[in-house]
């Protein structure tokens, strides 16, 4: 069975948000994506909790699920009435959920979302090089910034005309010519 057939990557790449500065996915999400009920993927997880310790999945808090249903802009109508608060999965959870969830669409599902994940950093390493790359830029363009300024500042020293000769302060001698008259 092909992957590309199941779920467009870009699908799943939508799915993934950030929490808690953690990449994850939802439980309701994930429910759909392997064509399973939300109460089944959590009944099946329960099943198994020794194996989704708290760095592989955590169950989001209510301003966390507020912040979700404000930050896209739904009503509880999109979010079927959910009478708990959803579960977030991580990365290595959700490669965990392929031991606990059997069936070909399942293992296909996973595949795909462990590429939509490998994609997302490899997205996220290229614009941190280039976040870099501006960073090295910019120094380079402070520096000439600097150097330019210095030079601009020694032409104009060297077009401005010479300080007017100041007057000497105290007495001038003048030596006094003596004529000697011939007698």
Do not use: C
């Not at 950030?18 to 959590?42: E, F, H, P, S, W």
């Not at 031991?99 to 950093?121: D, P």
């Not at 007495?171 to 010519?177: A, G, N, R, Y």
């Amino acid at each position: 069975m092909s992957t590309k057939g199941i779920i467009p990557v870009e699908k799943i790449e939508s799915k993934i948000l950030l929490i808690r500065g953690q990449k994850v996915m939802l439980d309701r999400d994930l429910a759909m994506l392997y064509d399973v009920a939300t109460r089944d993927l959590n009944k099946a997880v329960s099943r198994n909790l020794t194996r989704f310790p708290a760095d592989f999945m955590f169950q989001i808090t209510k301003h966390e699920f507020t912040n979700l249903k404000f930050q896209f802009g739904t009503s509880s109508y999109g979010w079927g009435g959910t009478r708990k608060l959803p579960y977030a999965f991580t990365e290595q959870g959700i490669a965990m959920l392929s031991s606990v969830l059997r069936g070909e669409r399942a293992v296909q599902v996973n595949i795909t979302i462990m590429r939509a994940f490998v994609k997302l950093r490899e997205i996220l390493s290229t614009h941190k090089d280039l976040a870099q790359k501006l960073k090295e830029l910019e120094l380079k363009l402070e520096t000439h910034d600097e150097q330019i300024t210095a030079i601009f500042e020694a032409i104009n020293q060297l077009l401005s005309p010479p300080p007017a000769s100041k007057r000497k302060i105290g007495f001038e001698v003048k030596e006094k010519s003596v004529k000697y008259a011939a007698k």
